[in-house]
């Protein structure tokens, strides 16, 4: 039998190699952290193969938990702390670990061996009550939320009961005893909602805690975000059993998610954000709004200085811009995790860029760093400046968040995922406000145009997905409160004039610069964009120079020549501005619908004999000929590959009675005969039918004419000096 897990700890790892196919994301890169000296607290990994058993034979593979109890040892030994012991008791995290980072979207277990027994030891050791109760209480509510399937909602109300009564304005000031009264009031929810009682060893807790993370790879959040990123099923997760260290125990205590250059912007500069006297997962799940970083180095210089000496090293290591998620415990500073970061599309082309200039890469390796799904985001347009200007002079900008996601979006205040998925559906366009997302969130927000919440930083859940998806996102919008239940939003401006919306009234976000604008606003073309048009000085605009080498690169490494599909001048134009080296297909049947030209295409279609069809299809030769000179000189000796008319006839002609009417009054003709002609020509199996070729052997003055037109305009662009 193969090994099925493996130990790292400071200065040594089992894995010569670590590889993330096998290990995970999370696992590969503690192994890596642990090999270069970084300080990470010890543990284990289980590869992601496990994942694969659990899932063919719904259970943890025979022997498992004996290569778990042998490994947890070595964890014992090097920490000086014994797993379930009554003195000095280890503690463990249990978390997901893919080969792909899916941010949020599988399940993490902290604090993991806490009981009655173990927490008199960590109470005696640590002489705090209060952070002892309040590990105890946040195992409990996230093991029952993980493991036994209790809605967090549960948990929640029962917190902000107990924190009425004690006079709590925040989880921190409920002190020890009240803590302990809540314990038992999770308890007793435990056995409500699933007639079993809490489990208190530690060892059942672990077992149950990584078959819950095997089982979440398949829970609805995770497959959806796989289905929307492209992630194949069979990957499997890994999962990471890791001694806990606790950014809880007080003031000298914290956590933190960095990031060693700029997410959104590219800036190489430090950023990210921490708490003090948190868990992880206060600033992950956006529930406290975080500091920056660099108010660490004056809670905590010597920590501040070896983050930044860390970071250094684990970005000069991996060669890519990392996302570092740290614990201080009592002074002494861990790293839980490094990660290629999620960025936007601006941040991964300045960093690209950035990296070449510092010799750190090489262009063509530049061009790797772009993943291409995030170009469209370059290229999003961006609020009309004078339609800015207006809203300024109006007072329609509200307030203003963190900017977390690139690009304007306007749409209609929605508070749910199932609302935004309605109004895509119906084809308006929404803006999810929220206090904070959750990973539950994640289709609601692929759903809209943008994402708006009232908590969090720039690590927090909703500012990674969105920046993953390229969505404009602003988040920790301090001066926004969200009614989820009663569909009210209520925005305090900087006059203290208080705004209230509801759902379905409008609202923009500039994701750029994290205004909230009041209605809807007009968008134009990006910066890059305008710089290829000349509308503006390329050379002046930092990303339209980097967009220029970028694609400059790609050209020195591609072996293929690019062709657009461009139905009109304009298309073309754009075409070529982007550097396409001709017209892959031209669809011609497109350049019918604009202004007057369906007019005149539907009397063709309508006429009842070939004299009468020559004279519409005279009226059509000059549009014709007019699009197809625009496309030769746009493209100017490259190639144009063009298609004649191909669709259905009846695809030309109307569908409602409004509209049959209106064509009837413009042609003078009988409304019963458009009727009756488009019934003729309806196909029941249109892909199929009286089209294409077919069209141009039962209608050749149609082929006619437009053969005509192309060579017309090709002499004309020659004449002129196009090739």
């Keep these: 039998m193969s090994k099925r897990v493996f130990f790292f700890g400071e200065g040594r790892t089992d894995v010569d190699s670590p590889d993330k196919a096998a290990l995970g994301g999370k696992g590969a890169n503690l192994c890596k952290m642990a090999a270069l000296g970084v300080p990470v607290p010890p543990g284990l990994v289980i590869p992601t193969s496990v994942c694969n058993e659990y899932t063919e034979i719904r259970k943890l593979p025979d022997g498992l938990m004996d290569e778990v109890r042998t490994k947890l040892e070595e964890v014992n030994q090097q920490t000086g702390r014994i797993f379930g012991g009554s003195e000095k008791p280890l503690l463990v995290s249990v978390r997901s670990g893919a080969p792909i980072s899916m941010p949020g979207m599988m399940d993490t277990i902290l604090n993991l061996g806490l009981n009655e027994e173990t927490k008199k030891g960590m109470a005696l050791e640590t002489g705090n009550d209060r952070f002892v109760e309040d590990s105890h209480r946040r195992f409990i509510q996230m093991f029952g939320n993980v493991v036994m399937g209790i809605k967090h909602e549960l948990f929640e109300e029962i917190l902000e009961e107990h924190k009425e009564k004690a006079g709590a304005a925040v989880d921190t000031e409920l002190d020890a005893s009240a803590l302990r009264e809540l314990i038992e009031e999770y308890r007793k929810l435990v056995k409500k909602e699933t007639g079993q009682e809490f489990p208190d060893d530690p060892w059942e807790q672990l077992e149950k805690a990584i078959e819950a993370v095997f089982h979440s790879w398949n829970n609805e959040r995770a497959i959806y975000y796989r289905r929307m990123h492209a992630i194949p099923d069979a990957l499997g997760t890994a999962v990471n059993v890791q001694s806990m260290v606790f950014g809880n125990m007080g003031d000298d205590s914290g956590t933190g998610v960095a990031f060693t250059r700029n997410p959104s912007t590219g800036e190489k500069k430090?950023?990210?954000?921490?708490?003090?006297?948190?868990?992880?997962?206060?600033?992950?799940?956006?529930?406290?709004?975080?500091?920056?970083?660099?108010?660490?180095?004056?809670?905590?210089?010597?920590?501040?200085?070896?983050?930044?000496?860390?970071?250094?090293?684990?970005?000069?290591?991996?060669?890519?811009?990392?996302?570092?998620?740290?614990?201080?415990?009592?002074?002494?500073?861990?790293?839980?995790?490094?990660?290629?970061?999620?960025?936007?599309?601006?941040?991964?082309?300045?960093?690209?860029?950035?990296?070449?200039?510092?010799?750190?890469?090489?262009?063509?390796?530049?061009?790797?760093?772009?993943?291409?799904?995030?170009?469209?985001?370059?290229?999003?347009?961006?609020?009309?400046?004078?339609?800015?200007?207006?809203?300024?002079?109006?007072?329609?900008?509200?307030?203003?968040?963190?900017?977390?996601?690139?690009?304007?979006?306007?749409?209609?205040?929605?508070?749910?995922?199932?609302?935004?998925?309605?109004?895509?559906?119906?084809?308006?366009?929404?803006?999810?406000?929220?206090?904070?997302?959750?990973?539950?969130?994640?289709?609601?927000?692929?759903?809209?145009?943008?994402?708006?919440?009232?908590?969090?930083?720039?690590?927090?859940?909703?500012?990674?997905?969105?920046?993953?998806?390229?969505?404009?996102?602003?988040?920790?919008?301090?001066?926004?409160?969200?009614?989820?239940?009663?569909?009210?939003?209520?925005?305090?401006?900087?006059?203290?004039?208080?705004?209230?919306?509801?759902?379905?009234?409008?609202?923009?976000?500039?994701?750029?610069?994290?205004?909230?604008?009041?209605?809807?606003?007009?968008?134009?073309?990006?910066?890059?964009?305008?710089?290829?048009?000349?509308?503006?000085?390329?050379?002046?605009?930092?990303?339209?120079?980097?967009?220029?080498?970028?694609?400059?690169?790609?050209?020195?490494?591609?072996?293929?020549?690019?062709?657009?599909?461009?139905?009109?001048?304009?298309?073309?134009?754009?075409?070529?501005?982007?550097?396409?080296?001709?017209?892959?297909l031209c669809r011609t049947e497109h350049m019918f619908f604009e202004g007057d030209r369906i007019l005149a295409m539907q009397e063709m279609i309508l006429a009842s004999s070939v004299e009468q069809r020559k004279r519409a299809l005279e009226k059509i030769l000059p549009y014709q000929k007019e699009d197809f000179r625009g496309i030769f000189d746009a493209m100017d000796g490259f190639p144009v590959t063009i298609r004649l008319l191909d669709p259905p006839l009846h695809e030309f002609l109307p569908r409602e009675e409004a509209d049959f009417k209106k064509l009837a009054s413009a042609l003078n003709i009988d409304v019963e005969l458009i009727k009756r002609r488009a019934e003729e020509l309806h196909e029941q199996n249109p892909m199929l039918g009286h089209r294409g070729c077919r069209l141009g052997i039962t209608y050749p003055e149609i082929t006619e004419m437009q053969v005509r037109a192309i060579l017309e305009a090709a002499c004309e662009s020659s004449a002129s000096g196009t090739d």
């Design 270 to 584: 430090f950023y990210g954000e921490y708490l003090m006297n948190a868990q992880g997962e206060d600033v992950v799940a956006g529930i406290r709004t975080p500091q920056p970083i660099a108010q660490l180095e004056k809670d905590q210089p010597p920590a501040y200085k070896q983050l930044i000496d860390i970071q250094q090293k684990l970005e000069g290591h991996f060669q890519d811009m990392q996302d570092i998620e740290f614990t201080i415990q009592q002074g002494k500073l861990y790293i839980l995790q490094t990660r290629n970061g999620k960025r936007t599309g601006f941040a991964a082309l300045k960093i690209a860029c950035d990296m070449v200039d510092e010799g750190v890469l090489k262009p063509e390796k530049a061009i790797t760093r772009m993943d291409p799904e995030s170009v469209p985001s370059l290229l999003a347009q961006v609020f009309d400046p004078a339609e800015k200007s207006h809203a300024v002079s109006q007072g329609r900008i509200v307030g203003k968040g963190l900017n977390a996601g690139p690009g304007a979006a306007s749409g209609f205040v929605v508070f749910s995922s199932e609302k935004a998925h309605q109004y895509r559906s119906s084809g308006k366009k929404s803006i999810l406000v929220r206090t904070e997302t959750s990973p539950e969130d994640i289709s609601g927000m692929e759903a809209a145009e943008g994402i708006l919440t009232s908590r969090g930083g720039m690590t927090s859940h909703a500012a990674v997905v969105a920046r993953g998806m390229n969505k404009p996102c602003i988040v920790g919008c301090s001066s926004l409160r969200v009614d989820e239940k009663k569909g009210i939003m209520t925005i305090v401006t900087e006059d203290n004039k208080s705004i209230e919306l509801s759902e379905g009234d409008e609202l923009s976000i500039d994701g750029g610069t994290g205004e909230v604008i009041l209605g809807l606003m007009k968008t134009r073309e990006s910066e890059i964009q305008q710089a290829l048009a000349g509308e503006i000085d390329g050379e002046k605009s930092e990303i339209a120079r980097n967009f220029k080498r970028m694609m400059e690169w790609a050209d020195q490494s591609r072996k293929l020549s690019i062709r657009t599909n461009a139905d009109t001048p304009k298309d073309a134009k754009v075409a070529r501005m982007f550097g396409a080296q001709g017209i892959g």
